[in-house]
C-alpha cells in the first residue's frame, strides 16, 4: 500500500482531513481535524524517517474545513501540467520550499487558493 493510501485509510479512521501538494522533492500539508489528533499525526509524520527537514509553517483554529471532502488531497505541482491553464498564475507556480511560506499565512492563502483553482 502506498504512503499516500495509507494516510488516506488513517485519515478517515481518525477523522482528519487535508491536502498534500508536491513539486521538486517538496510537499505542502494541511491538516484539519480535532487539535490533539491533528497534532499527534503531525508528530507521527516528523518520526517518520521518509521525511526530512519538516517545518510547521502554522496552527490555527478553524470553524469549518477547507479540505473536508477529502481525507487527503494529492496534486503533484509539476509546471507543465498547470502552467497552460486559463487562470494559472504564478502564485501557484511558488517552490514549496521558499521562504514565502514560513509566513503561515502565505501557506495559507497558496493552499485555499489552490482548492478553489483545482475545484
Not at 494541511?30 to 517545518?55: C, M, Q, W, Y
Not at 487527503?72 to 498547470?82: A, E, Q, W, Y
Request: net charge neutral; proline share 3%; charged share 30%.
Amino acid at each position: 500500500m502506498s504512503i499516500l493510501a495509507k494516510s488516506r485509510e488513517n485519515n478517515r479512521r481518525l477523522g482528519i482531513t487535508g491536502m498534500l501538494l508536491y513539486r521538486e522533492r517538496n510537499f505542502l500539508q494541511v491538516l484539519e481535524g480535532e487539535e490533539a489528533i491533528v497534532r499527534k499525526t503531525f508528530d507521527k509524520i516528523s518520526e517518520d524517517p521518509r521525511h526530512s527537514n519538516i517545518l510547521l509553517y502554522g496552527v490555527r483554529p478553524v470553524t469549518e474545513r477547507l479540505f473536508g471532502d477529502w481525507e487527503m488531497g494529492f496534486v503533484n505541482l509539476k509546471s507543465d501540467k498547470f502552467d497552460h491553464l486559463e487562470g494559472y498564475s504564478d502564485f501557484l507556480a511558488e517552490p514549496l520550499n521558499s521562504p514565502k511560506f514560513q509566513e503561515g499565512e502565505f501557506a495559507y492563502i497558496f493552499l485555499r487558493t489552490f482548492r478553489d483553482f483545482v475545484r
